[in-house]
T-cell receptor
Framework: QKEVEQDPGPLSVPEGAIVSLNCTYS??????FMWYRQYSRKGPELLMY????GNKEDGRFTAQVDKSSKYISLFIRDSQPSDSATYLC???????????FGTGTRLLVSP | EAQVTQNPRYLITVTGKKLTVTCSQN?????MSWYRQDPGLGLRQIYY???????DKGDVPEGYKVSRKEKRNFPLILESPSPNQTSLYFC?????????????FGPGTRLTVL
């Protein structure tokens, strides 16, 4: 079983839609949860991170962590074509030495 | 501009021909790491370094070597590349490793081993 599971997509939505991206993880020791965005031919860039359970909002983006069910989500409101990218969930191990990534979900937002 | 740079960006080589992929950061970061990204497998850590002269294996270190002689540079060495090392490689760095710090990624190096 992979430590982090993520649906690879692609997920296609029209502009303006609300997008929900999800990951599940198996290691209950994870405390830091990240969402990275990766455009084609680019390196991943950090979108948001949360510590432990709860919600965090940044503009059109909301990250949600439910440690009891080992489930993390990223919601994108009013999605834009510029949001078209691969979204990677990641968790950091307790020693902070590495990020454990999901395989990424490819999102396509059509005008 | 604060950044992580990698060279080359694209490389096609043949089995057994030693190669080095360079990584450099200008942010005075202590921590640096190499990942490879493969379809269906995501990003997996190859090696990491917590400071100069301190390196350790990640999840997939076989066939790779690294060195950290200077704080800013962290080259990835493939002594005898094989086709199963065809992949997209990313270098990353962060300020320190004793607490959570954002990891900044380079633009990637696409390697093909024939």
């Amino acid at each position: 079983q992979k430590e982090v599971e993520q649906d690879p997509g692609p997920l296609s939505v029209p502009e303006g839609a609300i997008v929900s991206l999800n990951c599940t993880y198996s290691n209950s020791a994870f405390q830091y949860f990240m969402w990275y965005r990766q455009y084609s031919r680019k390196g991943p860039e950090l979108l948001m991170y949360t510590y432990s359970s709860g919600n965090k909002e940044d503009g059109r983006f909301t990250a949600q962590v439910d440690k009891s069910s080992k489930y993390i989500s990223l919601f994108i409101r009013d999605s834009q074509p510029s949001d078209s990218a691969t979204y990677l969930c990641a968790q950091m191990n307790t020693g902070f030495q590495k990020l454990v990534f999901g395989t990424g979900t490819r999102l396509l937002v059509s005008p | 501009e604060a950044q992580v740079t990698q060279n080359p960006r694209y490389l096609i080589t043949v089995t057994g021909k030693k190669l080095t992929v360079t990584c450099s950061q200008n942010m005075n970061h202590e921590y640096m790491s190499w990942y490879r990204q493969d379809p269906g497998l995501g990003l997996r850590q190859i090696y990491y370094s917590m400071n100069v002269e301190v390196t350790d294996k990640g999840d997939v270190p076989e066939g790779y070597k690294v060195s950290r002689k200077e704080k800013r540079n962290f080259p990835l060495i493939l002594e005898s590349p094989s086709p199963n090392q065809t992949s997209l490689y990313f270098c990353a760095s962060s300020f320190e490793v004793n607490s959570y710090n954002e990891q900044f990624f380079g633009p990637g190096t696409r390697l093909t081993v024939l």
